[in-house]
């Protein structure tokens, strides 16, 4: 394939994989966050602010919520396809949950699930640590839950700051 071609496929939001072109769909653009038309978040109906103190504040409760890695390992494989993404090594990517389980994410939507890069300066495991602090801060009842949710998907590497707890 000509550079020009492997161009015009690029312009058009499509990727050459084994002889055959496939349609990219999501962008990367928006890292550390995942693109907001793939994944805008989704939300555990489950969990709300009244619900709390026997769901996302109970040691433990996110075990029983997450879902298999067989059902997140295939969907990282083909959500990895879908950003583009020229690494392919499924080690290199956390399938995370975009609102955490911790705050009430959809355990198992393609909305709220992403191939996050384990590289970069803000990764998977920066993202755990707020997403702990925004937990604690709800069940503390210093922060409600719909305000650690909307600043999760705002932009998880501002959400403490802008809750004021950075």
Not at 39 to 48: A, R
Not at 51 to 70: E, H, K, L, N, Q
Not at 76 to 100: A, L
Not at 148 to 157: H, V
Request: charged letters at 15%.
């Amino acid at each position: 394939m000509t550079t020009v071609s492997a161009f015009a496929l690029a312009f058009a939001g499509l990727t050459l994989t084994t002889g055959t072109a496939h349609a990219q769909s999501c962008s990367q653009a928006y890292l550390p966050l995942p693109d907001p038309v793939c994944q805008p978040g989704d939300l555990n109906p489950d969990v709300t602010q009244s619900t709390i103190d026997s769901t996302i504040c109970v040691s433990g409760w996110t075990a029983t919520v997450r879902p298999s890695s067989s059902y997140t390992t295939a969907l990282k494989k083909k959500q990895i396809v879908e950003y583009g993404y020229t690494d392919t090594s499924t080690s290199d990517y956390e399938e995370d949950h975009f609102v955490p389980l911790e705050l009430g994410g959809a355990p198992k939507s393609e909305l709220n699930l992403w191939p996050e890069p384990e590289y970069g300066t803000k990764t998977a495991a920066n993202k755990d640590t707020v997403e702990n602090k925004l937990k604690k801060a709800v069940c503390a009842g210093t922060v409600s839950l719909s305000d650690a949710q909307d600043a999760i998907i705002t932009d998880w590497t501002t959400a403490l700051s802008s809750l004021g707890l950075g």
